[in-house]
C-alpha cells in the first residue's frame, strides 16, 4: 500500500538545515493520509529511536533532544512527509528512516538516508 522512499540526507555543518523527504511513491491519497507517519534515526552501535511523529489526525510529537529544532509535516498533494532539521548538532549524526503505520494495513520502512553533522 505505501512504500516510502528518503531523500535529502548529506554532509552538514554543525549548525545547519538539512530537509529531509519520504514520498508514498506507491500509495494513494486515501490511503497515504490514513497512516502514521514517523521519522526514526539509528546512530552507530546504537538502537533505532523515534525522532519525530505525524499521527493521521494531525497530532505530532517529538523527541526530547530535538524539541525546538526538528519539525514533521506533511504533503497531501505530493504525497509526501518532510522533516525540517535546524541547528543540526553532531549527535544528530544517524541514518534517518521514515515510517508509515497503520493499524489494519501494518508498518513499512524506507531504506534509509544518511546525515553527518561535522562539528
Known amino acids: 500500500q505505501v512504500q516510502p522512499v528518503e531523500s535529502g540526507g548529506g554532509l552538514v555543518q554543525a549548525g545547519g538545515s538539512l530537509r529531509l523527504s519520504c514520498v508514498a511513491s506507491?500509495?494513494?491519497?486515501?490511503?497515504?493520509?490514513?497512516?502514521?507517519w514517523a521519522w526514526y534515526r539509528q546512530a552507530p552501535g546504537k538502537q533505532r529511536e523515534l525522532v519525530a511523529r505525524?499521527?493521521?489526525?494531525?497530532?505530532?510529537n517529538y523527541a526530547d533532544s530535538v524539541k525546538g529544532r526538528f519539525t514533521i509535516s506533511r504533503d497531501n498533494a505530493k504525497k509526501t512527509v518532510y522533516l525540517y532539521m535546524n541547528n543540526l548538532k553532531s549527535e544528530d549524526t544517524a541514518v534517518y528512516y521514515c515510517?508509515?503505520?497503520?493499524?489494519?494495513?501494518?508498518?513499512?520502512w524506507g531504506q534509509g538516508t544518511q546525515v553527518t553533522v561535522s562539528s
Open positions: 505525524r499521527s493521521s489526525g494531525g497530532g505530532t
Open positions: 515510517n508509515a503505520k497503520q493499524t489494519t494495513l501494518g508498518e513499512f
Open positions: 506507491r500509495s494513494i491519497l486515501s490511503v497515504f493520509v490514513g497512516f502514521d
